[in-house]
C-alpha cells in the first residue's frame, strides 16, 4: 500500500488551479524537437499560446531549452504532460 504524507492527501496539490504554469523542456537543437514540443503542449492545452514560448540556446548551441505557460486546469493534466514530454525521445528534461 502507497504511503501519504499527512500534509498531503494524495488527491490534494499545492498548486491553485486552475492557473498558468511554466513548464521548462530540454533538447538538442533541432528543429524536430521544436515541432515535437508544441504538439505535445497543444494536446495538453488547448488554448496553448507558441507566441508565448520563451527559447535560449545553450552557450555552444548544441541544446535548446524552451519554457512553455500552459494553462493548467487540474493536477491530472499537468502530470499527463510531464509524462508524455518525458516518455519522449527528443526530450532531455523536463521540469
Known amino acids: 500500500?502507497?504511503?501519504?504524507s499527512p500534509e498531503i492527501?494524495?488527491?490534494e496539490s499545492l498548486i491553485e488551479f486552475p492557473c498558468d504554469f511554466p513548464v521548462?523542456?530540454?533538447g538538442s537543437a533541432i528543429p524536430?524537437?521544436?515541432?515535437?514540443?508544441?504538439?505535445i503542449a497543444k494536446k495538453h492545452d488547448s488554448h496553448f499560446d507558441t507566441e508565448e514560448i520563451k527559447l535560449k540556446h545553450?552557450?555552444?548551441g548544441k541544446y535548446t531549452s524552451l519554457t512553455l505557460n500552459i494553462h493548467a486546469k487540474n493536477k491530472a493534466q499537468l502530470d499527463a504532460l510531464y509524462?508524455?514530454?518525458t516518455d519522449c525521445e527528443l526530450v532531455?528534461?523536463?521540469l
Open 58 to 60: 545553450s552557450k555552444t
Open 1 to 4: 500500500m502507497k504511503k501519504v
Open 24 to 26: 521548462k523542456v530540454m
Open 83 to 85: 509524462q508524455e514530454l
Open 32 to 39: 524536430e524537437f521544436h515541432q515535437r514540443i508544441v504538439e
Open 92 to 94: 532531455l528534461w523536463a
Open 9 to 11: 492527501a494524495e488527491d
